[in-house]
Every structure is written in C-alpha cells, then in structure tokens.
C-alpha cells in the first residue's frame, strides 16, 4: 500500500461549507462504501496532494498509479489510482473489507482502464 491519501467525507453542501474538503477528478465510491452513502461523490481532507490553482480540485498529475490508504467514518478503505492509456486520471476508493469491490477495482487498475 503507498501512503495516507486523506480523509473520505460526504459529497454535501454542509460538508463542504464546514470542513473545505478537496476533490480528485473522476474518482469515485464505488461498492459498499458508495451503497452506504447513496452516491458515488465525495470530498477529501488532510490531503497531501495540493490543489490546482484556484480550485477544490486537488492536482494528481505527479500521483503515480497504485493503491492509497483512506478511511470513511473510521472504517479503512482504498483508493484505487491510476492514469488511463489516454493520460487521464481514474481512481475508485472501496472499504477494504469489500472484496468484490477491491476485486473490480484492482481489474481497473492493472488495465489502466478509462472507463470506469
């Protein structure tokens, strides 16, 4: 596992108005984790990466492919990363006790699928 990647939140309004959470484009939920919170969206905080310029969008052009620790409400997740063969970024986080989950998202990443 490569390391700490942030802290997942909620995609909400109040989310966002409190706690300033940055985003990853085309990153999304996906499995149990996106069921529980009804959506495939989400915001992260105490993120390393920075932001581009005058954006919540955090800039992953250096982020190598591979797979980054996470955690949601204090339950451990993945973050599944990498840049597709037309050199955009892709990326699914999963709870890491959702096999199934990890199992697709790990397929995406070995392809370097751009679909998702």
């Excluded at 915001?43 to 005058?54: E, S």
């Excluded at 052009?61 to 339950?75: A, M, Q, R, W």
């Excluded at 790990?106 to 699928?113: E, G, I």
């Amino acid at each position: 596992m490569e390391k700490f990647i942030g802290e997942i939140i909620p995609d909400t309004q109040e989310n966002y108005d409190s706690l300033n959470p940055s985003r990853l484009n085309y990153t999304y939920l996906h499995g149990e984790i996106m069921d529980e919170c009804d959506y495939d969206c989400y915001g992260l905080i105490n993120c390393y990466l920075p932001n581009k310029k005058d954006s919540v969008y955090l800039d992953a052009s250096s982020l190598p492919n591979g797979k980054y620790d996470c955690v949601y409400n204090g339950k451990e997740c993945t973050l599944y990363f990498w840049h597709s063969s037309r050199n955009d970024q892709h990326g699914l986080v999963v709870y890491n006790h959702d096999l199934n989950a990890n199992l697709y998202a790990d397929a995406k990443l070995k392809n370097k699928s751009y679909t998702i």
